[in-house]
Nanobody, 114 residues
Framework: QVQLVESGGGLVQPGGSLRLSCATS????????MNWFRQAPGNERELIAR????????DYADSVKGRFTISRDNAKNTAYLQMNSLKPEDTAVYYC???????WGQGTQVTVSS
C-alpha cells in the first residue's frame, strides 16, 4: 500500500534550521509531484512547497520563499524540506503529500520557540 512517512521535526530556536524528510513506498515515486503542507492550530492546512516529478520544478508559498527549499531524491523515493531562518510562526504540523491518489503522510511537529 501507499505509505508516506515524515521525519525530522522537533523543537528549534528562532533563526535555526531543520530538514524534514518524507520517505515513500507503494507507488512509482519518480512519476509524481510531491508537496509539503503545514497546519498550525486553528488554521487550515496550507500548501507551502511543491516539486514536479521529472524536471524538479519548484514553487513556494510567499510565507516561506527564500527560507525553505524542497528537493527530492528519486533513487531513494524520498522528498525533503530544508527549513532555514525559522520563525515562531512556522510552528505547525508539517505533512507531505503525493499526487498519486492524493496520499498523505501522518505529519511531523515543528515547534520554533526560544
Amino acid at each position: 500500500q501507499v505509505q508516506l512517512v515524515e521525519s525530522g521535526g522537533g523543537l528549534v530556536q528562532p533563526g535555526g534550521s531543520l530538514r524534514l524528510s518524507c520517505a515513500t513506498s507503494g507507488f512509482t515515486f519518480s512519476n509524481h509531484e510531491m508537496n509539503w503542507f503545514r497546519q498550525a492550530p486553528g488554521n487550515e492546512r496550507e500548501l507551502i512547497a511543491r516539486i514536479s516529478a521529472h524536471d524538479f520544478t519548484t514553487d513556494y508559498a510567499d510565507s516561506v520563499k527564500g527560507r525553505f527549499t524542497i528537493s527530492r531524491d528519486n533513487a531513494k523515493n524520498t522528498a525533503y524540506l530544508q527549513m532555514n531562518s525559522l520563525k515562531p510562526e512556522d510552528t505547525a504540523v508539517y505533512y507531505c503529500r503525493t499526487s498519486y491518489r492524493g496520499a498523505w503522510g501522518q505529519g511531523t511537529q515543528v515547534t520554533v520557540s526560544s
